[in-house]
Each structure stands twice: as structure tokens, then as C-alpha cells.
């Protein structure tokens, strides 16, 4: 079995995920390509979108999302991901059984009420018109008063498939979070629940090469090395130099050379890129993972040579826009420049301000 290193598997992850150069293809391609981006604020799929996509606007991604071409909801690991409508009718079915088991954990704040019952009340609230989640609790609360309000809330977004309506998530317009069912929205209803097998594969072509804890990392699911060895006569498979850990990938997936120059790209908090492995390793070392967030604080972060490399934060105001960046280490002349550069092609994209800056400062030290 051939070995790859840690940086061959940079590369062939980098090319996966559109990072290597930017890709000309649409908001819509790309996102379903990437099996959904990270959504839990408003801002973060628009930066991971314009740091892969040549000649990105974000006036597309909030089209596709006000006509319903796209949705933001609960999936993977249980946090907000946006997703092309087909994609989410699919992979919210794929990891209900994830959602399940979340809801066992939360029991004790259940005790007396019927889960089946819950669901059907929160669905009444939610298709008869958008709801906040408050309300959605508020209105639990006079069926089940001894219930924890908590564990009422987790049980209605585990229950039900629940999407963000619009003007939540498009880019420069503000909204609280109001929830409606999948089906209501779309005019469709969610697949029964699918086999994994297209979905392993399409995860690996984006993700790739993977192993199977892999995988479940980021789907969240466990239970999949079955469907792994099912699939393993379409697949190739590698070790990894370091660990010694099966891979496998697609036999004609890109796995570009170890040493493909890999331009600065600046992503937002929580891109799938940095969280859709058990093992990390192959997008930086170990000793930065707990400098990218500080208390509930998570930043923004960019790489280098296509490696975790620092953060930064976008500071706006009366018509100035500042990026500023964080090394974690010293960054050569060269890799000043790059990031700069870079830096201020994404303050003249992502931002209408008139003054723009690209600053080199320690905030989280702040």
C-alpha cells in the first residue's frame, strides 16, 4: 500500500476543496461539491465561498437562498450548515439517527413529555407561520410547565427537520432566526433515510483521502467502516506516513504533488476544511488548534504554504474597513506580501467601504 505524508495530504485536501486556485464554477456547484459549508452565523459561508470561488459575489449565495435553492439548518455534528435544497432533503434523513441519540442526552429535562406529541405541536406552530425558537419553547412550555426549556428546544430542532427562513443568512441584511419544517418550505419532502455509500464517496471528493473515523467525524455518525469495505472494490487505498492509518480514496480524485505551491487564503470560524477529520494533522500542527478561539470567541483563520498559519477579524465602520491578521509564527517578507495582498483583495471584494487597511497586530492578545 502506497503511503502519502502529511503534506501530500494537504495537497490533495486543498485541491478538494477548491483552495489550491479558485474554481470557476457557481455558488450553487460549489456548495453541493463541498456537501454544505458551515453556517452558524451569517458571514461565514460568503467568505468560505469567496476564498474558493473565482469571481464570487455574495449577491449570488443570497439569491440562491431567497429562492430556495438553498437552505440553512441543523446536520452534521448537529450545528447550522447551509446546503443546496436537494442536498439537505437528503443529508438531514442520512444523519437523523445522530440527532436521536442527541436527544437521549437531554432526558432528564424530558421526563413526561411525549416526544411524538412534541413534534406534532411544533410542527402545527412552525407551518403555520415562521416561529423563533422562543416562541416554539414558550408555546412547549404551556403543554409540559415541569419540562426544562432547554431540553424542550433540542427536542423540537431533533425532531423535526427545521430550516432558517429568509432574510436570515443573506448577506448584508439582518434577521432574527425563524424556523419553519424543510417540507413546508421547499414544497418537498425529506427521502427516507438513504444509504451512505453515495454519499461516503462524494464526501471523499471533497474531503479525500480519508479514513473511515474520518468520515464519521464529520458526518457525526458512527457504524461506518461497514460501508467502507462494502465500497472498498470502487475505491483505492493509502496509508498515511505519519500515523500509519488506512486512507481511502476515489481512484481519479486529484492528488497533486507534495510540494504544488499553495497560495494565503483567509477562511471564516469553523470551516468545514479545519473540521471534517478525526486527525487533523494535515492542515497544521496540534499546538494551534487552541489558538483559534478564545473563550466563546472563535476566529477567523488563514493559511500559509496551505497550512493553519494565524487569524484575523474584519473591523467596519463609517465607511473604513480594516482586516487585521495574527501570525502564529513569523511569516517571511514574501508571505507578508502574499497575505496582504490577499488581504486587501478580499476588503475591496466582501466590503463597499471607500477607506480600506490591511493591518499586521496580536488582538487576541487584547
Request: proline content about 7%.
Amino acid at each position: 500500500m502506497d503511503t502519502m505524508s502529511t503534506r501530500a495530504l494537504n495537497r490533495a485536501t486543498l485541491q478538494r476543496q477548491l483552495l489550491l486556485s479558485r474554481a470557476a464554477m457557481s455558488a450553487e456547484d460549489a456548495v453541493a461539491h463541498l456537501l454544505g459549508l458551515q453556517a452558524q452565523n451569517v458571514r461565514p459561508p460568503y467568505y468560505a465561498l469567496w476564498s474558493r470561488l473565482d469571481g464570487f459575489r455574495p449577491e449570488e449565495l443570497s439569491t440562491l437562498l431567497e429562492e430556495r435553492g438553498a437552505v440553512r439548518m441543523v446536520t452534521m455534528r448537529s450545528t447550522i450548515h447551509l446546503h443546496t435544497a436537494d442536498d439537505a432533503l437528503t443529508l438531514r434523513p442520512l444523519v437523523q439517527g445522530a440527532r436521536d441519540r442527541e436527544l437521549k442526552i437531554f432526558r432528564t429535562g424530558l421526563v413526561g413529555v411525549g416526544i411524538e406529541r412534541l413534534g406534532e405541536l411544533s410542527r402545527a406552530l412552525v407551518e403555520e407561520r415562521p416561529r423563533t425558537m422562543k416562541e416554539i419553547r414558550e408555546a412547549l412550555l404551556q403543554e409540559w410547565p415541569d419540562a426544562d426549556p432547554m431540553s424542550l428546544s433540542v427536542a423540537a430542532r431533533c425532531t423535526l427537520p427545521l430550516v432558517q427562513v429568509t432574510p436570515r443568512g443573506l448577506w448584508g441584511k439582518s434577521g432574527q432566526v425563524a424556523l419553519t419544517t424543510i417540507e413546508h418550505w421547499l414544497g418537498r419532502k425529506p427521502e427516507d433515510v438513504p444509504a451512505p455509500d453515495e454519499t461516503v464517496l462524494r464526501y471523499l471528493g471533497a474531503f479525500g483521502p480519508a479514513s473511515v473515523k474520518d468520515m464519521q467525524t464529520w458526518a457525526g455518525l458512527t457504524r461506518l467502516k461497514e460501508v467502507f469495505e462494502r465500497l472498498r472494490p470502487q475505491l483505492v487505498t493509502f496509508r498515511d506516513e505519519e500515523s500509519g492509518v488506512e486512507l481511502f480514496d476515489l481512484p481519479d480524485a486529484p492528488r497533486p504533488d507534495a510540494d504544488t505551491p499553495a497560495p494565503p487564503r483567509f477562511l471564516p470560524e469553523f470551516d468545514n476544511l479545519l473540521l471534517s477529520h478525526a486527525d487533523r494533522s494535515r492542515m497544521g500542527p496540534a499546538e494551534y488548534k487552541g489558538r483559534t478561539w478564545k473563550g466563546n470567541q472563535a476566529y477567523c483563520v488563514f493559511l500559509l504554504d496551505g497550512f493553519l498559519a494565524g487569524v484575523w477579524r474584519l473591523k467596519e465602520g463609517k465607511g473604513a474597513a480594516h482586516l487585521e491578521i495574527e501570525p502564529f509564527g513569523k511569516p517571511t517578507r514574501a508571505e507578508r506580501a502574499a497575505l496582504a495582498e490577499e488581504g486587501e483583495r478580499l476588503l475591496a471584494s466582501m466590503t463597499g467601504a471607500a477607506e480600506r487597511e490591511v493591518r499586521f497586530v496580536d488582538f487576541t492578545a487584547q
